[in-house]
């Protein structure tokens, strides 16, 4: 049961409809002038400006991000939405009207679509506040900062208070594998958790005619990179989606000469909550019985990103419903879990939720890549994002 069953989804959706050409302005602007984790500045004032202008309330976070609340101060029901605000470091190459002025960094993940879907929602939702507060629901806008960055920005705005009174927290992700009018869903994880790994070695060099003379720290480091995500293969059980990828190897400068230190770093991920808490002692044994034999030693540096985000099953019916309700049965359509990281998995260790892919390709068109440069979004995917969030923010609790 939702706002919009009576008097239908009319109202409702007419008032998305009604904003579709200012969010798609406001996502361009966003897009023109983007911004790296932390240093959301501007985006956070253009938010907070659209936001205070309709009458919500508006709390700042320390140093960027804000909060929006719409409808009584105390309801009997909180539903949040949330949207991240940063940018990527990354050039863009699209040659879009409308592509980054800042060189080097553009909104290559999507959030500018997530701030503006939300704010779209936000500001249907508001124009409904009076019949939010004759129900006892209320709604939570988020706006995090650096989302894209570890262990994620998330964890600030709970430590501000962020979801202090929420019961239910939803957010999208876009998702150009999907054309634009699809909603991924799925339940349980359906993101991993994202460690960093760093392993520097260190022994005595020497000449490669020698190698029996050193400690031959290349060819112990070799056998890090191929044995340690060998054996954690067979000591982990495969249904956690373990997987160490290597992305950087650092050592020696000459051909004919054996270096005494020696860095490979990469990601660990995984599927499974509990496996993600207790993995650091396996893979400490792990790298210490593969460089035994050589007699090197190690330094192992495993930085814990975000758990995996493990969608509330219920509340996945709630997206599914609202869908189905908002944009048509064939909106709602199943989604594959996968391996990369999202800080959204923070607020899910306190609050029930669940996390929607958002379809932005061009039904026809190129299929594009995540936090590459060329990325382009069909930009119908912002209203079509408001609807979405529209409608779960204004399903009931269950009964």
Same mark, same amino acid.
């Given at each position: ?164 009174? !929420?019961? @239910?927290?939803? /957010?999208?992700?876009? *998702? +150009?594998?999907?054309? =634009?009018? %699809? #909603? ?43 044995? !340690?995500? @060998?054996?954690? /293969?067979?000591?982990? *059980? +495969?249904?956690?989606? =373990?997987? %160490? #990828? ?43 019985? !593969? ?109």
């Amino acid at each position: 049961m939702t706002l919009s069953d009576a008097p239908g989804v009319g109202i409702v959706g007419e008032s998305v409809a009604a904003l579709e050409d200012e969010l798609v302005a406001f996502r361009r602007d966003l897009h023109a002038h983007p911004e790296l984790s932390h240093a959301e500045t501007r985006t956070t004032s253009r938010v907070a400006a659209r936001l205070t202008a309709a009458g919500v309330r508006v709390r700042p976070l320390t140093g960027t991000g804000l909060i929006g609340d719409i409808g009584p101060l105390e309801p009997a029901y909180r539903v949040a939405l949330r949207a991240d605000l940063d940018a990527l470091p990354v050039a863009e190459r699209t040659g879009l009207p409308f592509a980054s002025r800042s060189d080097g960094v553009c909104h290559a993940c999507g959030h500018d679509v997530h701030v503006a879907a939300v704010l779209g929602a936000g500001l249907a939702l508001q124009e409904q506040a009076d019949r939010l507060a004759a129900q006892g629901l209320g709604v939570r806008l988020i706006f995090q900062p650096a989302e894209e960055v570890t262990p994620g920005g998330s964890l600030a705005v709970i430590e501000q208070g962020g979801i202090a009174g !929420v019961d @239910a927290i939803f /957010s999208i992700h876009c *998702d +150009p594998t999907f054309d =634009v009018g %699809l #909603v991924g869903l799925g339940e349980g994880p359906i993101t991993a958790a994202t460690d960093s790994v760093t392993i520097t070695l260190r022994g005595r060099g020497g000449h490669t005619s020698r190698p029996h003379l050193t400690q031959d720290l290349i060819y112990a480091l070799g056998k890090v990179v191929t044995d !340690v995500p @060998a054996a954690l /293969s067979r000591r982990v *059980d +495969p249904r956690a989606g =373990v997987v %160490l #990828v290597w992305g950087a190897i650092h050592s020696g400068a000459a051909e004919n000469v054996i270096p005494s230190t020696g860095t490979v770093s990469g990601t660990l991920r995984m599927l499974d909550a509990q496996l993600w808490e207790d993995i650091g002692p396996l893979l400490e044994e792990l790298v210490h019985a !593969v460089i035994r034999p050589y007699a090197v030693s190690a330094t192992i540096e495993h930085r814990r990103g975000a758990p995996p985000v493990v969608n509330d099953p219920v509340l996945v019916g709630r997206l599914r419903a609202a869908a189905d309700l908002m944009l048509g049965p064939q909106a709602p359509t199943p989604t594959v879990q996968s391996l990369g990281g999202e800080d959204f998995a923070w607020y899910l260790q306190a609050v029930p939720g669940a996390m929607a892919r958002l379809g932005t390709r061009t039904p026809g068109g190129a299929t594009y890549d995540l936090h590459q440069g060329d990325l382009v979004v069909d930009e119908r995917a912002v209203a079509i994002g408001a609807r979405l969030l529209l409608g779960v923010a204004t399903t009931h609790r269950p009964d």
